[in-house]
């Protein structure tokens, strides 16, 4: 692995041939460790929650597959686990937290009657590390959601459940904000569907649009502690025909309403560019939520890499330069490898992303577009493909006191001998 001094000669090089094309590295760097990256706390445990209902009951199309040892079983050890993802990422960390890891010390609750209380544990750890909280209902893996349906169910005692979850998560993410002194994120997904050719498309639309009316009409929340998302979906597993919150449903109702659409890499038809959605929806919309992701095979929610469509996605937020709009967020989960790896491995590769779309000569780009010399920018963008900009990330790392490369490979290995290999 390169040495400090190694990796300060490297990175000189690399600031002169960015400076050539007209970047900027230390600007780069520094708004590259700002951005804000929302760790899911569902890798940890395999989307598996801390309800001792859940096992066995339907996930709603989620399922983590594989069976690497050293899963964590507890908030307890998943906390743990997380201590040690934030020792090795460089930059702004958030968590983002599922509404059935919930703890309890008087025995199960429901998911209407959850609360601050039951989240104590996660907030005093939270805020002992400064990171802020985001939050997401849980619509699955409960029999109410057995069917397939939750908010936009036919029975309106189910639909009556999942609102008053959902009012109850609302609160929770408002005392996070307040508590952290951090706005907190609420993204809602309901994984309501039909597997194969439903006769009825409208009245499920009619019913979720009615859910989330009920939900949005709390006037004790404060929408600038608790941001609302929504996040549409084409397919799922189970839902295969038919979903009722598709991303036309979710956008206009975001718009109508003054909430976030959510853009999850893994939820589109695999010809479909997410990074082109961006400055068409930013045109309407204030702001928006990303969900890294990496769909082999559409949604399914592999380790995020330094892939096509996450380079592509981060390079169109550098080039409208709306930093400032956007909140990003992981979602992945496999259980088939280490899954601290697996954490640094999406996590970095997306924070990776965010430098790269940092360092593109957009300002040469764009003049060149504008005068008409299209082979001169055509040829900028493949140049740009080949500067050096792991040089730039390895000094990133080394300043922010994290690992560079693949150093912090070393950490997982000593965890895994002396923590997770106990785990049973």
């Given at each position: 692995?390169?040495?400090?001094?190694?990796?300060?000669?490297?990175?000189?090089?690399a600031?002169?041939?960015?400076?050539?094309?007209?970047?900027?590295?230390?600007?780069?760097?520094?708004?590259?460790?700002?951005?804000?990256?929302?760790?899911?706390?569902?890798?940890?445990?395999?989307?598996?929650?801390?309800?001792?209902?859940?096992?066995?009951?339907?996930?709603?199309?989620?399922?983590?597959?594989?069976?690497?040892?050293?899963?964590?079983?507890?908030?307890?050890?998943?906390?743990?686990?997380?201590?040690?993802?934030?020792?090795?990422?460089?930059?702004?960390?958030?968590?983002n937290?599922?509404?059935?890891?919930?703890?309890?010390?008087?025995?199960?609750?429901?998911?209407?009657?959850?609360?601050?209380?039951?989240?104590?544990?996660?907030?005093?750890?939270?805020?002992?590390?400064?990171?802020?909280?985001?939050?997401?209902?849980?619509?699955?893996?409960?029999?109410l959601?057995?069917?397939?349906f939750?908010?936009?169910?036919?029975?309106?005692?189910?639909?009556?459940?999942?609102?008053?979850?959902?009012?109850?998560?609302?609160?929770?993410?408002?005392?996070?904000?307040?508590?952290l002194?951090?706005?907190?994120?609420?993204?809602?997904?309901?994984p309501?569907?039909?597997?194969?050719?439903?006769?009825?498309?409208?009245?499920?639309?009619?019913?979720?649009?009615?859910?989330?009316?009920?939900?949005?009409?709390?006037?004790?929340?404060?929408?600038?502690?608790?941001?609302?998302?929504?996040?549409?979906?084409?397919?799922?597993?189970?839902?295969?025909?038919?979903?009722?919150?598709?991303?036309?449903?979710?956008?206009?109702y975001?718009?109508?309403?003054?909430?976030?659409?959510?853009?999850?890499?893994?939820?589109?038809?695999?010809?479909?560019?997410?990074?082109?959605?961006?400055?068409?929806?930013?045109?309407?919309?204030?702001?928006i939520?990303?969900?890294?992701?990496?769909?082999?095979?559409?949604?399914?929610?592999?380790?995020?890499?330094?892939?096509?469509?996450?380079?592509?996605?981060?390079?169109?937020?550098?080039?409208?330069?709306?930093?400032?709009?956007?909140?990003?967020?992981?979602?992945?989960?496999?259980?088939?490898?280490?899954?601290?790896?697996?954490?640094?491995i999406?996590?970095?590769?997306?924070?990776?992303?965010?430098?790269?779309?940092?360092?593109?000569?957009?300002?040469?780009?764009?003049?060149?577009?504008?005068?008409?010399?299209?082979?001169?920018?055509?040829?900028?963008?493949?140049?740009?493909?080949?500067?050096?900009?792991?040089?730039?990330?390895?000094?990133?790392?080394?300043?922010?006191?994290?690992?560079?490369?693949?150093?912090?490979?070393?950490?997982?290995?000593?965890?895994?001998?002396?923590?997770?290999?106990?785990?049973?």
């Open positions: 692995m390169p040495t400090q001094k190694q990796i300060r000669a490297s990175y000189r090089l600031r002169d041939a960015y400076r050539a094309v007209g970047v900027d590295t230390e600007a780069a760097i520094r708004k590259a460790l700002s951005v804000p990256i929302s760790l899911h706390c569902w890798q940890a445990d395999d989307v598996r929650g801390l309800e001792s209902r859940t096992e066995g009951v339907d996930s709603g199309g989620i399922m983590a597959t594989g069976a690497y040892p050293g899963r964590a079983r507890s908030g307890d050890e998943m906390r743990s686990d997380l201590d040690l993802v934030l020792k090795l990422l460089p930059g702004t960390q958030r968590l937290l599922h509404a059935f890891y919930a703890e309890s010390e008087g025995g199960p609750v429901e998911r209407d009657q959850i609360g601050p209380k039951h989240f104590s544990r996660w907030l005093a750890w939270a805020k002992a590390r400064r990171i802020g909280l985001d939050f997401n209902p849980t619509y699955f893996a409960h029999p959601a057995a069917s397939g939750t908010l936009s169910h036919a029975d309106p005692s189910v639909r009556s459940f999942w609102i008053a979850h959902a009012r109850a998560c609302r609160r929770i993410a408002q005392s996070f904000a307040k508590a002194g951090k706005p907190s994120v609420i993204n809602h997904w309901v309501d569907g039909a597997k194969d050719c439903p006769a009825d498309r409208w009245g499920p639309r009619e019913r979720l649009k009615e859910s989330y009316d009920a939900i949005f009409r709390d006037r004790s929340i404060d929408p600038e502690l608790c941001i609302d998302a929504v996040e549409g979906k084409l397919f799922g597993l189970g839902s295969e025909d038919y979903v009722v919150g598709s991303q036309e449903f979710y956008s206009s975001a718009l109508t309403h003054r909430l976030v659409p959510c853009l999850d890499l893994g939820h589109y038809h695999p010809t479909e560019s997410v990074a082109d959605k961006i400055s068409a929806l930013m045109q309407f919309h204030p702001r939520l990303l969900h890294t992701s990496r769909p082999v095979r559409w949604d399914s929610d592999h380790v995020v890499i330094l892939d096509d469509a996450v380079r592509a996605l981060f390079l169109e937020i550098a080039r409208g330069d709306v930093w400032d709009r956007v909140f990003v967020a992981l979602d992945f989960f496999d259980a088939s490898i280490n899954r601290i790896g697996a954490y640094v999406g996590a970095r590769a997306t924070r990776e992303a965010i430098l790269i779309g940092l360092l593109d000569p957009t300002a040469r780009l764009q003049s060149a577009e504008r005068m008409g010399r299209g082979h001169e920018r055509l040829a900028l963008m493949e140049h740009a493909k080949a500067l050096p900009w792991g040089a730039v990330w390895d000094e990133l790392c080394l300043r922010d006191e994290v690992p560079a490369g693949a150093d912090w490979l070393r950490d997982v290995a000593r965890h895994e001998k002396a923590v997770l290999s106990r785990r049973r």
